[in-house]
């Protein structure tokens, strides 16, 4: 650019001195010269600008500050230049048409205040910044930040245009990628950096992905130094009870345009889900996508007030939930151990009254009870019984764990027969029956009741 700017100054001058300008030395000729020195030079030995005309036009301006406008005459930079009102041709273009393996730059800008700051080329547009068009479109390789794009819409509360400030459009390719980061051999390497403002209630998102989103892992800040009023979570399995897991789809037909998923979902409906965690849950408006229009000009589709839930959010519910599982399970297993415990001292005391009765037993070789059928039961059962024919009298007793008799059924004058038992009001758990002939326990047997 400056290489350009230098020749139409050098022109303009040639146009400009028609005749031959008088010095002390020598004069100027329009078909060059010979023989100058560093002393000789074409300008002005005063604080006047330097004025460069065609067509009797001002073209160039250079003042007494040496600060070159081309276009105007009050250049505010080093080098100003300003285009026309009435047309629309490039006010500055460079070209580069060396061939040959080798990345020659068109334009390049340099800022080296100090480390750390200084802008190597900026571009500010009523729509686009900056343009790239190439295999590469825009290349950034600074210290600190490679390419910045920052967009700010105008100070009025009636602006409703869409603002971005980096957009990546690519397609037709094997392997199309619309923004690339990628960060290596740092302290802190960062492919892809967003920030948005994040509070309880804000609808923003520092990174929105219309589509799948894909990554190795997937980290959260959960140090406990950055959190305070620190409180146990409990009833997650309760909580989580009340949920409805659903199959379903997106409704693509209604949202045309938005780009919602296809195919077949499962999840949790996020309404249910804020009655339930309201904190697992954002609400807002949601990017669905961009209509790409001309120029490259483009428009975000946002779905409005839609609630979003966090579905990482419910990892540590779960596994609260586990925990609250196990206790529960745990206590379980500590009721089945005592049961088993209390089993085994009953078939232990059962065994022996057997062996008491077989023994008291002196005349009754057909007397006893048969196992009740069904064992266990739930609602009633039956017992088979043989009685001596000569005997007083006969009862069948009905006994809880603890030695307790709760039923008593009288059987005089039959020698066998069967009786019925209904569980009606008695709880579930063991119960021993005897056959108890003139005073004298000459069986027991043991029974199960299930509910």
Same mark, same amino acid.
């Given at each position: ?139 950034? =390789? ?19 245009? $869409? ?30 950096? !967003? ?8 609808? $923003? ?90 120029? !490259? ?12 839930? =966090? ?141």
């Amino acid at each position: 650019m400056k290489t350009k700017i230098v020749s139409m100054a050098a022109l303009a001058a040639t146009v400009l001195l028609s005749g031959p300008i008088s010095s002390h030395a020598q004069s100027w000729s329009l078909t060059g010269n010979a023989g100058t020195t560093s002393a000789n030079f074409i300008g002005t030995t005063d604080s006047k600008a330097l004025r460069f005309r065609t067509n009797n036009r001002v073209r160039m301006y250079l003042n007494h500050k040496g600060f070159l406008g081309v276009g105007q005459t009050k250049p505010k930079y080093r080098i100003d230049a300003k285009g026309n009102n009435s047309d629309s041709v490039f006010v500055v273009n460079s070209l580069v048409t060396f061939s040959g393996e080798f990345d020659a730059i068109a334009v390049n800008g340099v800022s080296q205040p100090s480390p750390g700051w200084g802008i190597g080329v900026s571009g500010l547009g009523n729509f686009i910044g900056t343009q790239g068009i190439g295999s590469i479109g825009v290349w950034g =390789n600074g210290v600190a930040v490679g390419v910045q794009g920052e967009s700010s819409g105008p100070d009025t509360t009636s602006f409703t245009g $869409d603002l971005t400030g980096v957009v990546g459009i690519t397609s037709m390719g094997a392997a199309s990628i619309g923004v690339y980061g990628e960060a290596e051999e740092a302290n802190f390497n960062y492919g892809v950096f !967003g920030v948005a403002t994040d509070t309880a209630s804000s609808p $923003d998102y520092a990174l929105v992905g219309v589509g799948d989103v894909y990554g190795w892992r997937y980290f959260v800040p959960s140090d406990r130094k950055l959190k305070k009023e620190i409180a146990p979570f409990t009833g997650a399995l309760d909580r989580l009870s009340q949920l409805t897991t659903s199959v379903y789809a997106f409704a693509t037909e209604q949202y045309a345009g938005y780009r919602l998923p296809g195919g077949s979902h499962v999840g949790f409906m996020a309404d249910e889900v804020n009655k339930i965690f309201p904190e697992l849950i954002k609400h807002g408006g949601i990017p669905a996508g961009r209509t790409k229009e001309a120029r !490259g000009k483009g428009k975000v589709n946002v779905i409005p007030d839609v609630m979003a839930v =966090n579905y990482t959010g419910f990892v540590p519910v779960l596994a609260q939930a586990i925990i609250e599982q196990k206790a529960i399970v745990d206590q379980k297993d500590t009721e089945i151990a005592e049961l088993k415990t209390r089993l085994a001292d009953i078939e232990a005391r059962l065994a022996a009254m057997e062996q008491t009765s077989s023994a008291r037993l002196t005349n009754s070789a057909g007397t006893g009870l048969e196992q009740n059928q069904p064992n266990p039961f739930s609602e009633a059962t039956e017992i088979n019984y043989h009685v001596p024919s000569g005997a007083n009298n006969a009862r069948i007793t009905i006994s809880d764990a603890n030695g307790k008799v709760v039923r008593t059924y009288k059987l005089s004058g039959r020698a066998q027969g069967t009786v019925t038992i209904n569980a009606g009001t008695l709880a579930a758990g063991s119960y021993t029956y005897s056959l108890v002939v003139d005073g004298n326990v000459t069986d027991t047997k043991l029974m199960l009741l299930t509910r």
